[in-house]
């Protein structure tokens, strides 16, 4: 006897339909062989299944089974088969009705009592199931708000494998998971996150930060220890433009993948924030894996990768980090399959100036000696840096102010100003899809975009001469100036935006 159901595979970020073929024999000696390519966790499913069948008071003949994997060419990992085999052992001995699988996708793992426990990756198992045209997907209860997010197929919650069979009989029928739904306007309040209003002084820096979050633009912040540059970092968030719901459902796609979304957040509202430790591996970074998953860049993607300390990250981390802020995405390789994921992130960097910290602090004497600070430096690479837009010097802050009580300016209102200036660029780029924000732009969209009024580009071309700047610098200060001015709600850069994109240009403090 044998008997077909369908399941899903993730690959990358996308699911991709799996035929699991059950072929029971009665007249053969026992034994129970999964082929397709299975890993070695598929293969532990067998006893899962096993144990899951017997332990939900359903029969499991001990003859023989052969279980196919379909597409034999995709290779079959993770524990979310248990679900699908199990039903396909149960139709193939007459213990669920084949014609009641027809339309359906199941996935689930399965523990030893026939309880059924998440898997990861339903959005997109979800949404591949609804565009094959399946018309309904079984999941593990707990996955049933996640699955919800695709609108168009019916979601089956399984508690338990004795559960779904009864459903299956039409004895005890487990009702559709009703969607609740999705609230089209996003979350104002960003819970836990500092206010700027809650930062004291460093309005030039709140400026820079507000330019960056206007136009994109990765940042590099420098100062002594203790003057708040995490502080200012972890506040950033707080004022980007809230996420489209596309941008939601693109985020949280990749969380699923990864399994990092919390259960009772199915969807993710809030731009992601990531600060890896800088002992982080080149997979954790990056991405990979046997079977690859997304990496950091990939969990940051629409929102911020956080490198603090920056420069004690090493040297092949940084340099590994070149290739997706250039094409905002990673290309992942392995023996059967290339995978992409992407990787569209603001990148925030803090450093301190030298080793001891205290180069150029008024306070506190710095003991480093100027070959040593040199060295610290030029450890920062031409390349990274010329991929950094915003340079910004973040000094001690006086006495006075930290003890002001006096609250500055909120959150909240940084972010609508950084809303308008997005809003300008949306409407500049409505014709270039590739081009979402201005840091964006490349040389010939610079070009394009970017014409200072006729005393700017004097004063553009007066500053080059006289600091020596290079062809990509020209570039960074007309980019940031076109942010500056679109914050500013003028069409035209104006001297005043030249003036201010010129005091990011980045610089080494000490030769
Ligand atoms: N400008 C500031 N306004 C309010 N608190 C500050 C400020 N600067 C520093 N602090 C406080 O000092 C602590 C250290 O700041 P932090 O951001 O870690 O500094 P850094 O990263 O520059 O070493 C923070 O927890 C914060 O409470
Ligand atoms: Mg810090």
């Known amino acids: 006897m044998l008997a077909t159901v369908y399941s899903c595979a993730v690959v990358g970020l996308d699911g991709e339909i799996i035929q699991v073929e059950v072929d029971y024999n009665p007249n053969s000696l026992p034994a129970f062989t999964v082929v397709g390519l299975p890993d070695t966790a598929v293969q532990e499913s067998r006893e899962r299944v096993r144990a899951a069948i017997r332990n939900s008071g359903l029969q499991f003949p001990n003859k023989r089974y052969t279980v196919n994997l379909a597409p034999a060419s995709l290779r079959k990992e993770g524990p979310a088969y248990d679900l699908p085999m199990a039903i396909g052992v149960l139709a193939a001995t007459d213990q669920v009705p084949?014609?009641?699988?027809?339309?359906?996708?199941?996935?689930?793992?399965?523990?030893?009592?026939?309880?059924?426990?998440?898997?990861?990756?339903?959005?997109?198992?979800?949404?591949?199931?609804?565009?094959?045209?399946?018309?309904?997907?079984?999941?593990?209860?707990?996955?049933?708000?996640?699955?919800?997010?695709?609108?168009?197929?019916?979601?089956?919650?399984?508690?338990?494998?004795?559960?779904?069979?009864?459903h299956l009989y039409d004895l005890a029928p487990i009702p559709a998971y009703v969607r609740s739904d999705i609230d089209p306007t996003p979350p104002q309040h960003l819970?836990?996150?500092?206010?700027?209003?809650?930062?004291?002084?460093?309005?030039?820096?709140?400026?820079?930060?507000?330019?960056?979050?206007?136009?994109?633009?990765?940042?590099?912040?420098?100062?002594?220890?203790?003057?708040?540059?995490?502080?200012?970092?972890?506040?950033?968030?707080?004022?980007?433009?809230?996420?489209?719901?596309?941008?939601?459902?693109?985020?949280?796609?990749?969380?699923?993948?990864?399994?990092?979304?919390?259960a009772d957040k199915p969807l993710m509202r809030v731009r992601p924030f990531r600060a890896p430790h800088h002992t982080i591996s080149e997979a954790g970074l990056v991405g990979g894996g046997s079977w690859p998953q997304p990496g950091e860049v990939s969990l940051a993607h629409r929102g911020i990768l956080f490198l603090d300390e920056l420069l004690e990250f090493g040297n092949h981390t940084l340099e590994v980090l070149r290739q997706p802020i250039e094409d905002k995405q990673v290309t992942i390789s392995r023996a059967r399959v290339a995978l992409s994921f992407p990787a569209n992130f603001m990148l925030v960097a803090a450093m301190n100036p030298c080793p001891c910290g205290y180069y150029g602090d008024p306070v506190r004497e710095c003991t480093c000696s100027p070959a040593a600070i040199r060295r610290y430096q030029q450890r920062l690479s031409g390349p990274m840096l010329d991929r950094i837009d915003i340079h910004v010097d973040v000094p001690r802050v006086d006495y006075d102010k930290l003890t002001d009580e006096r609250r500055g300016e909120p959150s909240a209102t940084v972010r609508k100003r950084v809303e308008a200036a997005r809003a300008l660029q949306h409407e500049r780029f409505k014709e270039e899809p590739r081009l979402q924000c201005n840091a964006d732009m490349g040389a010939s969209d610079i070009r394009r975009f970017c014409q200072p009024e006729p005393a700017a580009k004097q004063l553009l071309d007066t500053t080059l001469r006289k600091m020596q700047l290079s062809a990509r610098a020209y570039h960074r200060i007309l980019k940031l100036s076109r942010t500056i001015a679109d914050l500013d709600g003028s069409e035209v850069i104006r001297v005043t935006h030249i003036a201010e994109a010129i005091q990011y240009r980045p610089r080494r403090i000490l030769y």
């Open 98 to 166: 084949l014609p009641k699988l027809e339309g359906s996708v199941f996935v689930g793992e399965l523990s030893l009592d026939g309880s059924v426990r998440h898997v990861s990756g339903i959005l997109p198992i979800a949404h591949r199931a609804w565009v094959d045209g399946y018309e309904r997907l079984f999941v593990p209860e707990e996955d049933a708000p996640q699955a919800a997010l695709v609108p168009e197929i019916e979601i089956i919650p399984v508690h338990s494998l004795g559960h779904l069979v009864e």
């Open 191 to 262: 819970d836990g996150l500092t206010d700027f209003a809650d930062v004291k002084g460093q309005e030039h820096v709140k400026r820079a930060l507000e330019v960056a979050a206007a136009g994109g633009h990765n940042v590099l912040m420098v100062g002594p220890p203790g003057v708040g540059k995490t502080l200012l970092a972890r506040a950033l968030p707080g004022i980007l433009p809230s996420m489209t719901l596309d941008e939601a459902l693109e985020v949280t796609r990749i969380y699923s993948v990864a399994d990092l979304l919390p």
